[in-house]
Each structure stands twice: as structure tokens, then as C-alpha cells.
């Protein structure tokens, strides 16, 4: 079963944030209703989600603040909440040596002010330390998108050594490698094998359609479109269509495969039991839908798409390479409406990323609007 993170409200009105366990997110919101809770948005998908029991265990600290304090993370990443979260966690303490340290200072003894106030800010100094280290991760993913390959691996190895590095991130690190050597000529079928041989398939059963879901983005790196489509659909069919592997099949669809049944499977889509983030996904998918049928509504919809990718990159790098391919499609319709200038900027503004990850129709679907560089695209 998933632990899933989640926001709601009780019949009093009262915000109620906690985790629930559920085989998936339509069983999670009927456990929740049952108990009275209402407006309930998840803020995590059922397959990669954290382990908040395992955290509480390992702290000492009870499931229900760790709980909330994943939530404030995920929705408002950085040292802020961070500081606000040792505050929450030492406040007496803080309070009481920051005291002490005034007195010590009235009292003419500025040596045990100082000491003081060094112990008031050592959890905040080893809570700023863990951070840094935990920074790594957001620094290999900007290396992975921006297709910094080489540096990748050494990347990946300071992770692999932290005590924190769960399964489901050791396997995100392996992906992404073999990504980046598929990227660098290595076949797919040896990347497959080696995930394979590390028993990758096993170690995450337990998170079903986890690991196919994750594999199927190895075909897209290797030109192979088609098998993109077939590891997404068996990536549904292992999690019981979870809404968030659906999404990914009529994303997947709309963009290379059969956009009438693209449309089909989102429209068998709750929507409301999606994590926030994926709403520029679901505006993704529609736009593209749109735009392969003719539709005029296809401009509106993949600008809207761009607008709530964009709130998501400056905290999550690894919605990079998914901005960059809707920007490249909202700017095709933008030239075709003959908006040629705005078309060209947003082109131009996820270029790096763009000419690294594209499939080869897209990069010549909007050859015309790349930067005058000079610099051959990389297929």
C-alpha cells in the first residue's frame, strides 16, 4: 500500500493535512471522506510517494508533523521552510538561550553571549548542512536537463552514498545515467539489461507500474516513440489505472501516438485526484489533443500549459525537459497565428534544453524558430 500525503478539510472547515495509506487515490479519498474529511487534494502520486513512516521511525518524531512537514516542502521547497520547520521543532530552546545570551550581555560577558548563541543556531547550522548535501539532487537533475552527461555519474555516486537515498531515488539515479548513455550512442536494449540485471523490476514492485512508468522515458530517449507509448500502457494496466499513469498514456498519446484515443483516456481521467502539479500536464495534453484535431482551442490551452510549467521550474528542475517540449508545441501554434517574434523568444528561452531532449520531429518542426547559433542540433 502507498503512503499518501494529503490536504483537506474538516466538517468544522479546519485545513487537516496528514498520510494515508491506500492501494491508490480513489481508495485514499473514499478512506478520507469516510472519516469525514472533505475537499481533499493529494500531494503526491501513489507510486512515488515518501516514506513518512519509515522517517518518523528513524527520528523519533511522530508520523503526523513529519507528515506536515513533507507538505510544506513539497509545496514550498527552500531554506525558508526549512528554518521554519527547526523553528517549529527548537523554539524553547532558541528562545532560551537567545535570553540567556541578552543577559550574559547586560552582564558585561560577551564571551557567554557568543557561546550561547552558537548552541541557539547549531540546529539551524546542522539543518542548513543536511540541506546543502540534499542540494545534490537538484544539481543533477539541472545537469541531466541541460545534457551535461559527463557529469552525471559523479553526481549520481554522492547521492548513492547519502544515508537518506531511498530505493525509488537510487533507481531515478540509474534511470537518469542510462538516459544520458542512450543519449551518448549506448543501445537501448544494454541500458534495459543492466536495470534489469540490478533487479530494478523487483526492488520496486512494491510501487506498482513505478518502474514501468519510469523505463518507458529510456524509448523516448532512443527514438523509439512507440515503445514510450506501450511502457506507459503497461505502466496503467500494473496500477490498476491510477490516474497519474492514465495521464502519462494520454500525454504520451497526444504527443506521438493515437490522438483519439489520447482523448478517450483523459477523458476517463478524475482530474481532482491528481497532485497540483500536474495541472499544466493535464493542459499539456488537451492542447496537444487540440492541435492535432485542428482545433483553435489548442493555443489557448498549451499557453495556459506553458504558464503552470513555468511556476514549477524555479523549485523543480526535473519539469525542465517537459517545459521545454510544451513550449516548443505552444510555439508552433504561435507562429502559425503569425505571432513569428513570440514564437522565436520562447524557442530561444528553452533552446539548451530543447535542442538536447526533442524527438527529431519536433526539433524540425520548429527548426525555422531556433536561435541563429550556428550550433547543430543534438538528436
Known sequence: MAQILYRAKDDRGQAATGVIEADGVAQARELLQAKGLHDVVFQQEAAFGIDVQAIAASTGTDVQRIAEAAVRFIERPGYATLFGEVWRNSKLPTLGFGAFAAFSLWKGSPLWAVGALAIAALPYAMAWWSFRRAQGYEQFLRAHSLGQWDALPALADRLRDLPQTTDPLRFELDLRCAYA?????????????????????????????????????????????????????AAVQASQNEPARAMDLALSLARCGDVDEAQRVI?????????????????????????????????????????????????????????????????????????????????????????????ADVLDAVKDLAPASGVAPKR
Open 181 to 233: 548513455r542512450i543519449k551518448q550512442g549506448s543501445p537501448l536494449e544494454t541500458e534495459l539489461a543492466r536495470l534489469e540485471a540490478d533487479g530494478w523490476p523487483q526492488r520496486l514492485a512494491a510501487q506498482p507500474g513505478a518502474y514501468d512508468a519510469q523505463v518507458a522515458v529510456l524509448h523516448a530517449a532512443a527514438g523509439q516513440p512507440q515503445g514510450l507509448i506501450e511502457g506507459m500502457r
Open 267 to 359: 477523458e476517463g481521467v478524475d482530474i481532482s485526484l491528481l497532485p497540483p502539479y500536474a495541472s499544466g500536464f493535464v493542459a499539456w495534453t488537451k492542447g496537444l489533443i487540440a492541435m492535432r484535431q485542428g482545433e483553435a482551442t489548442g493555443l489557448a490551452l498549451l499557453g495556459e500549459a506553458v504558464r503552470d510549467l513555468l511556476t514549477l521550474a524555479p523549485r523543480h528542475p526535473a519539469s525542465w525537459i517537459s517545459l521545454a517540449l510544451c513550449t516548443a508545441d505552444h510555439a508552433r501554434l504561435l507562429r502559425d497565428a503569425g505571432r513569428i517574434d513570440e514564437a522565436r523568444q520562447s524557442v530561444a528561452s528553452v533552446w539548451p534544453i530543447l535542442r538536447v531532449h526533442a524527438p
